[in-house]
């Protein structure tokens, strides 16, 4: 894999290219921050939160913090992006309302997650990315210039976004994950989940496998740290919060969050500042 990286306290930009890739690499996941992929080549699908998305150069997909998704290669052409995350809102000064994030966040999960390169009547989106990432000489400066430009170009886009009808399976599987999502610090479980919907486990377990790319209760998990970690970062003692999140056992809890942080829950609530 090649690879440029840019981070800061603000963002996280990379540009990446995988000669040889495999689907095994691109699991399902989630992130703590909003997320922006912008596809240059490859063959690809994106699954995000069980809607699929087929793509093509130039595209771009946005995702909200904790919106999970995943990548399906459909042939071995090289696939290269470029990906920015957004770990603080970079321009409340001039952006109050946070309407520049509203692309990543004022969504339903999983839906009007794609932006092709139609859709951009204003602005040049790609030559802003494109910009970002080829400056050597005074890069912090080169990425923010064009991370302005870029961000209200996406939200110009996005707020004319048409929606686009789903299938009746689609529609079954966005419900469940819907359902799940409202009720993630409830407690829940595959058999609780089939019931409610009438049907099976196994028929449960193929659409989650299918549509979210893991099973219900890793699916289950992941929202559930993700929401832990916002509110450890935030403050809150993680002694209070894995009770809120829909952990019922503290060591369980603090097993699977270090296990997905690389940090155990008291060492991010000590960093936190």
Request: proline content about 6%; hydrophobic content about 40%; overall charge neutral.
């Amino acid at each position: 894999m090649e690879s440029f990286v840019y981070e800061d306290e603000m963002i996280f930009l990379q540009h990446c290219t995988d000669i040889s890739p495999d689907s095994a690499d691109f699991p399902m996941h989630a992130h703590e921050y909003p997320e922006l992929v912008y596809i240059i080549s490859g063959d690809i699908m994106f699954w995000a939160e069980g809607t699929p998305y087929c793509l093509s150069p130039h595209d771009f997909m946005l995702f909200n913090a904790a919106e999970t998704h995943k990548v399906q290669i459909l042939s071995p052409r090289p696939y290269e992006r470029v990906v920015l995350q957004l770990k603080k809102p970079v321009f409340s000064y001039i952006d109050k309302d946070n309407r520049l994030l509203a692309p990543f966040t004022s969504r339903k999960l999983g839906e009007g997650n794609l932006l092709k390169a139609q859709d951009f009547t204003y602005g040049n989106p790609e030559d802003c990315i494109l910009k970002m990432i080829n400056r050597a000489e005074e890069q912090r400066l080169a990425v923010f210039s064009y991370l302005l430009p870029l961000l209200y170009t996406i939200y110009v886009a996005f707020s004319s976004l048409p929606q686009a009808p789903k299938s009746a399976s689609d529609k079954i599987s966005a419900e469940i994950l819907r359902y799940v999502n409202e009720n993630i610090t409830l407690s829940l479980s595959p058999e609780s989940i089939a019931k409610r919907f009438f049907i099976s486990r196994t028929t449960l377990y193929s659409l989650f496998k299918e549509t979210a790319g893991c099973g219900v209760t890793e699916y289950i998990n992941i929202k559930r740290l993700l929401m832990a970690k916002e509110k450890i970062i935030s403050g809150e003692k993680p002694t209070n919060v894995f009770g809120q999140c829909g952990f019922n056992d503290y060591s369980v809890f603090f097993r699977a969050y270090k296990k997905r942080f690389g940090l155990s829950p008291k060492a991010d609530f000590e960093n936190r500042i």
